[in-house]
RNA sequence: GGAGGAAUGGCCGAGUGGUUGAAGGCGGCGGUCUUGAAAACCGUUAGACGGGGAACCGUCUCGGGGGUUCGAAUCCCUCUUCCUCCGCCA
């Protein structure tokens, strides 16, 4: 959500944001713009009424003490016209509850201002390749000679059961089975591990959250029908970002330092919309387990552009040591999404893709998210007790399964169909080297 | 699932219709005293919205929403959450 604030100062500023994102229209702008001069206006009025109300009411209650219990011609005429302004008060603040629910209606679909310094494109066509990593020992591999994609490797060694797991949950569904499965735990705690080791403190979260939690972090109205949402309104989050970034929310922090946070969820998409789209495999699920870092700090943007690179860092790191050929790079302006400021999107080498798939997607939201949140520090930078101000919110993956599995499994391959454990992956394998 | 009870400021805790945005305490901040510190004492200490260059003014907020009333933290309805007891249960 944006300032109000910003939005009346800088109108141009957010319709161009509009274009640039694909996210809202100017002409949304422009009825924001319209509802809220209405809504100021209205409430001028409405706050001036119940000025008066307020003072009638204290002449009504000393003049009855004073009276005790009597009546009298002054005390009749007082409340009259106490009741007068009430009918009028009545009306005005049926519009005003009318203008503030329209108002806040198109403030939450318009989109954040991205960084300028950040690429302008229309679709992920247009993203900047920012650097590129591999292992020289274990560059990326083409599926030639015999090698197989993960849906054949994995079938052959028994590790994935696509068809049973079709039967039991429907398309996208599947089942990692035996050596598969203690792979798939493995890369998590791995990279939890790791995390850990670099500062974050390790949380276990709701998976089912509610409805606030969705719009706070910015997935709610817009992205609705991406979520499976229950009977009872709740709703099954995408990613562990959602309770992470809302767990501090309606809160003012006492913030001396930035608060890292990470935890490993089973996360739940519909992928609505993407029918016939990466159907075969593990890449695109609707249920996968992943660890998730989330980063609050005080609203400073050098700080947040070094915690975003942080991160981005700390993903980059489980990668190299998996021996993942990556890349990494800079979500155009187009492929941001609604709320965020920066975007760095990495991407996996897959050899059955013959090419590179998202892994990771790492995002700077400014207080894009603290805002819809409610989500405050004190700011005591100027001494004494301090203003408050919203905090800033990062993300980014640390690693999901099953996906990465698919470049492990196809990376790891050897000629005779068996895969090699990643050494560092071992000690979570009870020392297992290859699965065959 | 059934029966009761509760929700007040950073925290604890008063307050059952009229200058109560809210006593008192703790904590925080500033000061007096002190060589320094502690203690003691004095002062100060919520957030949001609107108006104004500013000093400042107005409004809203006592879990959320609605109602009664000239006037609600206080009365009524409803939702949510928590506690106690019973039942069920991984």
């Known amino acids: 959500m944006l300032d109000p604030k910003f ?17 809202g229209s100017p002409e949304m702008v422009d009825s924001w713009l319209a509802i809220d001069a209405t809504r100021r206006n209205v409430q001028a009025q409405s706050d001036n009424l119940r000025a008066e109300q307020n003072r009638l009411g204290e002449q009504v209650g000393r003049m009855k003490r004073e009276l005790r219990g009597q009546s009298s011609p002054e005390l009749e005429q007082l409340l009259a016209a106490a009741n007068g302004i009430k009918e009028k008060q009545e009306a005005l603040s049926a519009d005003r509850t009318r203008l503030e629910a329209e108002a806040q209606a198109l403030m939450l679909q318009l989109p954040a201002i991205p960084d300028p310094s950040w690429p302008v494109g229309k679709d992920e066509t247009e993203n900047v390749v920012a650097r590129v990593w591999a292992d020289p020992e274990r560059p990326p591999l083409r599926l030639e000679n015999g090698r197989k994609d993960h849906v054949a490797l ?7 059961d696509f068809e049973r797991g079709v039967k039991l949950a429907g398309s996208r569904s599947y089942v990692v089975r035996g050596l598969g ?42 992205g609705r029908d991406q979520a499976y949402i229950t009977q009872d309104g709740s709703a099954l989050v995408g990613t562990s970002e959602v309770p992470l970034a809302s767990f501090y929310g309606e809160e003012i922090l006492e913030l001396d330092q930035p608060i890292r946070l990470c935890a490993l969820s089973t996360c739940f998409r519909r992928e609505a ?10 890449y695109r699920v609707h249920q996968f387990d992943k660890v998730e870092q989330v980063v609050i700090h005080r609203a400073d943007d050098a700080e947040h552009i070094q915690l975003h690179e942080e991160i981005i860092a700390n993903a980059e790191a489980i990668l190299q040591a998996l021996r993942l050929p990556y890349r990494v790079s800079m979500n155009c302006t187009g492929d941001m999404g609604q709320g965020k400021w920066r975007m760095y999107d990495i ?14 997607s790492g995002s700077a939201l400014r207080d894009f998210q603290s805002r819809r949140l409610n989500l405050r520090y004190r700011d005591k930078a100027g001494g004494g007790k301090g203003e408050t101000r919203f905090c800033y919110t990062l993300n980014n993956t640390a690693i999901a399964c099953p996906r990465v599995l698919i470049s492990i499994m196809e990376q790891y391959q050897n000629a005779d169909g068996s895969v090699t454990v990643p050494d560092l992956l071992r000690p979570y394998m009870g020392g297992i080297e290859v699965i065959r």
Not at 7 to 23: L, S
Not at 273 to 282: E, N, P, Q
Not at 347 to 357: D, I, K, L, T
Request: aromatic share 8%.
């Open 181 to 222: 499965a203690r792979l798939y735990w493995a890369v998590l705690r791995f990279a939890q591990e790791m995390l850990i080791g670099r500062g974050y403190e390790q949380m276990v979260v709701p998976v089912l959250v509610s409805e606030e939690c969705m719009i706070g972090t910015g997935y709610f109205p817009t």
């Open 7 to 23: 939005v009346r100062e800088n109108p141009d500023v957010v319709k161009e944001a509009t274009r640039v994102k694909r996210v």
């Open 154 to 160: 994995s079938k052959a060694l028994g590790i994935v």
């Open 347 to 360: 991407e996996a080498w897959m050899p059955s893709r013959n090419g590179y798939g998202e892994t990771h």
């Open 273 to 282: 919309g993407a029918a016939g789209k990466d159907t075969a495999g593990l």
